[in-house]
């Protein structure tokens, strides 16, 4: 598919969606791919050393040629310099904040909803740098806890 037209007329003749379903649809499919594409690299080129290797994980779901191209893809310096690009900006992220694909706004407005009043930066810093106990993180949260103990402290 080229493009998200090509895409989403495939769907619809596929499944009987209506027309004002097209962005969420669009997003389901987005995020679906990118879920797949994470966990293809996971399986066959993380989690392996040798081309041998890598092919023989292979899903039977994904041709064998597809497969190789994307091996070739991987191995390439130009997309080892945007992965390595990446990995430094993210470790450059002083604050990193909790929010996930949720924007601000909808943080915003879903406080606003709660308390039926205007939100301060200050609630939106802390709200989006809190992190949730029954989750995992890999880095420290120091720097933000420190950051929240700090405004909230100040009235």
């Known amino acids: 598919m080229d493009t998200k037209d090509d895409l989403w007329t495939y769907t619809q003749e596929k ?10 649809t669009l997003e389901v499919i987005e995020s679906a791919w990118r879920r797949h594409k994470f966990e293809l690299k996971k399986l066959c ?3 392996c050393a040798s081309e041998e290797t890598k092919m023989a994980k292979r899903p039977p779901y994904v041709p064998e ?9 991987w191995d390439c310096d130009k997309h080892k310099k945007i992965v390595e690009t990446k990995c430094r900006n993210r470790k450059k992220l002083m604050k990193p904040h909790t929010a996930g694909k949720i924007s601000f706004a909808l943080v915003r407005n879903n406080l606003e909803k709660k308390k039926e ?3 301060s930066l200050k609630e939106l810093f802390l ?7 029954e989750c995992s993180y890999k880095d420290s949260n120091e720097d ?3 950051k929240i103990a700090e405004m909230k402290d100040i009235d």
């Open 15 to 24: 499944y009987d969606i209506p027309e004002n379903a097209r962005k969420w």
């Open 45 to 47: 080129y993380k989690s």
């Open 65 to 73: 040629c597809q497969l190789k191209e994307l091996i070739k893809y």
């Open 117 to 119: 009043s205007n939100v």
């Open 127 to 133: 709200v989006t740098r809190t992190r949730h106990p």
């Open 144 to 146: 933000s806890i420190s």
